[in-house]
């Protein structure tokens, strides 16, 4: 049946009535009932974790979009299955390892949150922190109930492997990427993320390193993670040095850069510990996107223009933005984004040039925007002694520049290690799982020796006939 316009304004209209009338009922009743700062706090922290997770979507979108048609299918894969193990792996061992009171300064008290969560359970209190075992979490957090924190840490570990879905995209074994998917979200980030964000990490204790929402701790382990498994993985097929391969479909890639750009609001905005904050690191967010992009575009017009240049912008505009979001003034941001558009065109010239192949630039703008966005820190994060202050200010800019890089560079330097390590270990364990025959007597020579590269990929990398066909190894078509 058709609805003629103004039959259409008039149920939108009535619609909009009946919402407003409704929320201020609600509005009105938990008035009534109590309602405080502590419902905000959590309700915020729990729609921001919301925008995170949607974030997956941007990345599939974009992924999806820079990769050829025929792997499509694999690549959504991917996307959908990161979230499912790293709600596991993350729930079961790493959010305890990351967020366990400790006083070690290493790692968190493993303590799995899912086995024990029971004991967590209140009629009255949902979420109410135990007696023991995150009591630091709760007092860097204060009015938040311990599942909304969780819900909003496990949005963050599932960033971590969705970066290194891009960068490995189009000649990966599904396997192989759910197994290190559990290695990174299980282990690796949350170990690095207690050094920053833990009770008693180190890396904030002794040098005031301060990483707001992720550069360093995010995306810069993201961007290692993904580096390395590129390079152990080899160039695609036919790929080309000057252009990488041609784009499928751009309007994916555009529309999976709107939603990161929406989603980064809750990103960055979620892991403000002050609602009256909230406003600034929503406003420096927009902008230093804003300005990545512009940046990005103009510098590209000399080189190649393109759109993913103007994506690739935003993106790392919105990286750099996030170790310093709540602690930098507006007219930083656009200095922050602007720096970091520059910068992510800089570092993909410079990884064609060494033939490493990444169909998302998730090297240059996680790794690159990661870098920068963590030194700025120290050239612009404000004095600000009020006690709303995010950050904690103790040191001279020069002093607390060179911390800032010394605590990037420790964090990638475990990163490099592990990750390579654990790359080298899936691939041969996948290796022989497809080729028993294949195992050798000294199993460590043939990982470390000079031709393990190749040895590995062979586990690590699909077939030709499944690069030919778009398949994983999983998805057949």
């Known amino acids: ?4 316009k103004s039959r259409s304004f008039f149920f939108v209209f009535t619609g909009v009535i009946l919402l407003v009338i409704g ?27 919301i925008l995170v997770f949607f974030m997956n979507a941007g990345f599939a979108m974009l992924e999806a979009g820079n990769c050829s048609t025929k792997n499509a299918v694999n690549i959504l894969a991917k996307n959908l299955i990161v979230f499912c193990v790293a709600s596991i792996a993350y729930g079961l061992i790493g959010f305890s390892i990351m967020f366990g009171d400790s ?19 209140s009629l009255t209190n949902p979420g109410a922190f135990p007696s023991n075992g995150f009591q630091s979490l709760m007092q860097s957090w204060p009015d938040r109930s311990l599942y909304t924190i969780f819900f909003f840490q496990l949005t963050f570990a599932g960033t971590v492997a969705t970066i290194v879905s891009g960068a490995v995209a189009e000649r990966i ?12 979200t299980a282990f690796l980030y949350p170990v690095l993320g207690y050094w920053v964000w833990g009770s008693k990490g180190w890396l904030y204790e002794n040098l005031n390193f301060h990483d707001f929402a992720g550069s360093t701790v995010i995306h810069s382990v993201g961007g290692v993670a993904a580096l390395t498994g590129a390079h152990l993985l080899g160039r695609r097929k036919d790929w080309n040095p000057e252009r990488g391969l041609e784009a499928h479909n751009q309007a994916l890639s555009a529309l999976g850069c709107f939603i990161l750009w929406l989603g980064w609001f809750g990103f960055n905005g979620g892991s403000a510990l002050y609602l009256l904050n909230i406003p600034q690191v929503l406003l420096n967010t927009m902008l230093a996107a804003a300005a990545g992009g512009f940046i990005a575009t103009i510098v590209s ?3 190649y223009p393109s759109l993913s240049s103007m994506i690739n912008g935003v993106l790392a505009g919105l990286v750099s933005i996030t170790a310093s979001s709540a602690y930098v003034t507006p007219f930083h941001a656009l200095v922050i984004g602007a720096v970091g558009g520059l910068i992510v065109i800089i570092i993909e ?3 064609r040039n060494f033939g490493t192949d990444d169909p998302v630039s998730a090297v240059p703008v996680h790794l690159g925007g990661g870098f920068w966005g963590t030194i700025a820190v120290g050239f612009f994060a404000l004095d600000n002694q009020s006690s709303l202050s995010e950050f904690r200010h103790m040191y001279a800019i020069g002093t607390q520049v060179i911390y800032q890089f010394f605590g990037w560079l420790v964090v990638c330097t475990v990163t490099i290690i592990f990750s390579y390590l654990a790359w080298l270990l899936i691939g041969a364990i996948l290796h022989w799982w497809n080729d028993p025959d294949d195992i050798p007597i000294d199993v460590f020579t043939r990982l470390l020796g000079p031709k393990a590269a190749k040895f590995v990929q062979a586990g690590l990398r699909v077939t030709v006939e499944d690069e030919d066909s778009g398949s994983d190894g999983y998805i057949k078509e």
């Open 1 to 4: 049946m058709k609805i003629s």
């Open 349 to 351: 010239q410079i990884l």
């Open 103 to 121: 006083n070690s300064g290493l790692i968190g008290n493993f303590q799995p949150f899912l086995l024990s969560s029971n004991s967590f359970v």
């Open 23 to 49: 929320s201020n009922s609600v509005l009105a009743s938990t008035s009534e009932s109590g309602f405080s700062s502590q419902h905000l706090y959590n309700i915020w922290m729990l729609i921001s974790g």
């Open 173 to 184: 074994r599904f396997m192989a990427f759910i197994l290190f998917t559990i290695f990174l």
């Open 301 to 303: 017009y000399f080189i």
